[in-house]
């Protein structure tokens, strides 16, 4: 299973920014449960959105209202569209599925916010 986000930039404090995440290989997409998460500089991993085959959708509180979560199954892919982004948004964002018990990561896309 391979996962290639893109997307990530700069923006100034209050703008948008769309990350993709398309899966490819052995992977059952529709079945899986797909995963944003990110790492601040100098701080651990967090989990962002989540988003099941089915469109249910889960987020940490200090995005929810302004992220938003979705998947298209039929291109393999996960998006994770931000708005009113703050420079506490600032990080590598990681895309994540985990399948037969093995987690797979993508290579991380960084957002960085200017105030």
């Known amino acids: 299973v391979q996962l290639q986000a893109s997307g990530g930039g700069s923006v100034q404090a209050g703008g948008s920014l769309r990350l993709s995440c398309a899966a490819s290989g052995s992977i059952t997409f529709n079945n899986n449960v797909m995963d944003w998460y990110r790492q601040p500089p100098g701080k651990q991993r967090e989990l962002v959105a989540s988003?099941?085959?089915?469109?249910?959708?889960n987020y940490a509180g200090s995005v929810k209202g302004r992220f938003t979560i979705s998947r298209d199954n039929a291109k393999n892919t996960v998006y994770l569209q931000m708005n009113s982004l703050k420079p506490e948004d600032t990080a590598v964002y990681y895309c994540h599925v985990q399948q037969y018990y093995i987690n797979y990561w993508g290579q991380g896309t960084l957002v960085t916010v200017s105030s």
């Open positions: 988003i099941t085959g089915g469109g249910s959708t």
